[in-house]
């Protein structure tokens, strides 16, 4: 995180702008209609207590500073919990800085050359040259050499961000609505999550929740967490009730478009257990800033504990109806010969919207 000398030379104008998104808006006091009741059932009438509430089945976990949030004093990329984060990472600070950081420098350098020692006092019979085959050359080669270098690396990491999970993915499906996030997990049973964002202290009525600092930050604490189990690939499958969203957890490397009436996929192994937060990165409407989205990363025993107290089934439980995953988009096309049936894939664009409407 902490950048080195050069690259805070070019990056701090940059970052300056960009570091602040989140803090952005004021939250409107118009009233708003919760659009759906959280996980939170039955039994959570005391108040704000901890994030994961006790139904949930899972442990609580307080956010940590500079992982998965931005924070004051702190830019550039948040540190990355995913290989495919950790590449890309990798690629920023040691590919493009550099190369931006060279080729600003190298044009200044010129620029205060040119204008010192060509200007008219100086340089009072200008030249007449108007061609110099070597030099037409270089300017042309270099440049061509520089974008060569910054593509290798760069196709590479486009191809890993989009190869098809694995087999024995856990699959998250986020569905975008105005103006909260739904989550299934259709490989474990009829798990349905809806997360809506925490309010702060003075915006909810007497004994309703709110955003306390287990939660997380202001504007990016919600008030149910995905669940998810590390060193496992989860295949991210997104799509939209309305309009379009964006999934996007920065310490994932993921920002994911969610549109009604089609499925998108990706792929990404945590690495790290922790907790992190996202948003909606996609101009979705009036409440767009208030639709974050908290990951909470847990270890495979308890992600798999917090599977069965939601009511779902893992792989090779009893009950599960079936030991193999079905056959999934874009997956190997080894046993396509599974029953059509998907459950993770509507054929019709009303499908996703049916999956929720009962909540
Ligand atoms: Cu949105």
């Known amino acids: 995180m902490r950048m080195t000398g050069l690259k805070t030379i070019v990056l701090a104008a940059g970052l300056a702008l960009a570091g602040t998104g989140a803090a952005a808006a004021q939250e409107p006091a118009a009233p708003t209609a919760a659009p759906a009741a959280t996980t939170a059932a039955a039994p959570d009438q005391a108040a704000p207590v901890n994030p994961l509430l006790a139904e949930d089945g899972a442990p609580a976990m307080d956010p ?14 948040q540190p990355q919990v995913t290989p495919t984060g950790q590449r890309a990472h990798w690629m920023h600070n040691w590919i493009l800085m550099p190369a931006v ?21 100086a340089n009072e019979t200008p030249s007449r040259t108007s061609h110099n085959t070597v030099i037409e050359i270089i300017w042309t080669l270099v440049p061509v050499l520089i974008l060569v270098l910054i593509a290798i690396p760069s196709i590479g990491l486009l191809q890993a961000q989009y190869e098809p999970a694995p087999d024995n993915a856990v699959t998250l499906k986020a569905i975008g609505n105005q103006w909260f996030w739904s989550y299934e997990y259709p490989d474990n049973g009829d798990i349905q999550i809806t997360a809506n964002m925490l309010k702060e202290k003075d915006q909810v009525q007497a004994g309703e929740r709110y955003r306390t600092d287990s939660d997380g930050p202001r504007l990016l ?12 690939p989860i295949r991210l499958i997104t799509t939209a009730n309305d309009v379009i969203h964006s999934w996007a ?9 969610a549109i009604p009436g089609r499925l998108n996929e990706t792929q990404f192994t945590i690495e790290k257990p922790g907790l992190y937060f996202g948003q909606c990165s996609e101009l979705c409407g009036a409440r767009h800033a208030f639709m974050p989205i908290a990951v909470q990363a847990v270890p495979q025993a308890q992600f798999a504990a917090w599977v069965r107290a939601k009511g779902g089934t893992m792989p090779g439980d009893a009950s599960a109806p079936s030991t193999a995953p079905p056959a999934q988009p874009g997956a190997d096309a080894a046993d396509q010969t599974a029953a059509p049936a998907n459950s993770t894939q509507p054929a019709t664009p009303n499908a996703p919207g049916a999956s929720t409407s009962d909540l």
Do not use: E, M, N
Not at 70 to 77: A, E, N, V
Not at 101 to 121: D, E, K, Q
Not at 221 to 232: K, M, N, Q, T
């Open 221 to 232: 604490a919600a008030d149910s967490r995905v669940v998810l189990p590390v060193g496992v």
């Open 249 to 257: 957890v920065p310490a994932f490397w993921i920002k994911l478009d």
């Open 64 to 77: 940590t500073q500079h992982i998965g949030q931005p924070s004051d004093g702190y830019f550039g990329l």
């Open 101 to 121: 950081t060279g080729i600003s420098l190298l044009v200044l350098v010129l620029i205060g050359w040119v204008v010192l020692r060509y200007r008219r006092a």
